[in-house]
């Protein structure tokens, strides 16, 4: 048999493998997201802050806001329970938050 044949079957069968665990590095676990996930919340991190920021009564300095697959978690500050309810409120609608933690403390 040819040596060179021989080389090009190898590559051709390994690609294949090569290419399956190249994806399972993008895969996402149970505490780790994948590639996409990780922009989906980045995403959905960038629109909850736009959202507070629009509420004058809070203030959005001392909201911390962190997504993981989906799930939005807040803590911080705010002057009373009402802004508490008011930015969890406001987490909640916007699109792709499935469940909002909430974990601001009162001033």
Do not use: H, W
Not at 12 to 40: M, N, W
Not at 55 to 72: C, D, H, R
């Amino acid at each position: 048999m040819n040596p060179l044949l021989s080389r090009f079957k190898r590559f051709y069968v390994s690609l294949p493998v090569l290419l399956f665990v190249s994806l399972l590095g993008c895969a996402s676990g149970p505490k780790q997201e994948g590639t996409g996930e990780y922009i989906d919340d980045s995403v959905i991190t960038a629109k909850v802050k736009a959202a507070i920021l629009k509420e004058s009564s809070l203030n959005p300095a001392e909201i911390n806001v962190e997504t993981f697959k989906g799930i939005v978690q807040l803590s911080g500050f705010v002057r009373d329970p009402a802004d508490a309810s008011k930015a969890v409120a406001i987490a909640r609608n916007v699109n792709g938050v499935k469940s909002v933690k909430n974990d601001l403390r009162m001033k």
